[in-house]
């Protein structure tokens, strides 16, 4: 046979059983021990603490306390936030908002995804009201690029149902006259045509 077939043939097959090598092996999720001994630091005899500080003393190996229940490998999972947002809303002066009212571990924040396309800067005046008269406002500086941005309230403990809770973003123009753009709210009805 050909000396050179046999080399390309045996480069070819080697490229190709890269990746099922790789399949095979499986994923490191940031080092998180699964249970199989290694990783590429420790089987050549490094080790993370090594890699990021060379000065750091060398620890014996304590086992860690494992929680209750399966280990599952991957990243952390995040609590839900629940949101209650009014329609997307645009002024004939270029600014698009959203405003909504979010829930999440037992606290509400009003938040306000707007868009300016004016060309000049403004100011939006975010205020989330609660029941019993809870009030929350906080002043947004609004840039005057095109580039999407959001307005958002300090998060506070809930003191009633989501649905108790209503947001609205104001957009004017920081002078004297501070004219309205646009009035934009978490429980706004959809805009009809006509």
Do not use: H
């Not at 399949?23 to 993370?48: C, E, N, R």
């Not at 000049?120 to 840039?143: E, K, N, S, W």
């Not at 123009?173 to 309205?180: F, I, Q, R, S, T």
Request: net charge negative; with cysteine; glycine share 14%.
């Amino acid at each position: 046979m050909n000396l050179r077939l046999i080399g390309i043939g045996a480069g070819v097959l080697v490229i190709l059983s890269l990746p099922l090598a790789g399949a095979i092996a499986g994923p490191d999720f940031a080092g998180q021990d699964d249970g199989k001994s290694g990783g590429l630091f420790s089987t050549l005899g490094l080790s993370d603490s090594a890699r990021t500080s060379p000065t750091a003393p060398a620890r014996a190996a304590e086992p860690t306390p494992r929680a209750a229940g399966p280990e599952r490998p991957g990243p952390i999972e995040q609590p839900r936030t629940d949101s209650r947002c009014g329609p997307e809303l645009s002024s004939p002066d270029g600014v698009e908002a959203q405003t909504c009212v979010l829930a999440g571990e037992g606290q509400t924040w009003g938040r306000s995804y707007y868009r300016n396309t004016s060309g000049r800067a403004m100011d939006a005046v975010l205020t989330v009201m609660g029941p019993a008269g809870r009030t929350v406002q906080i002043l947004c500086a609004v840039g005057a690029g095109d580039e999407p941005g959001l307005c958002e309230t300090p998060k506070e403990n809930s003191a009633g149902a989501p649905d108790s809770y209503s947001a609205v973003a104001e957009f004017a123009v920081p002078d004297d006259e501070g004219k309205l753009l646009l009035r934009s709210g978490s429980n706004s009805p959809a805009p009809t045509d006509g």
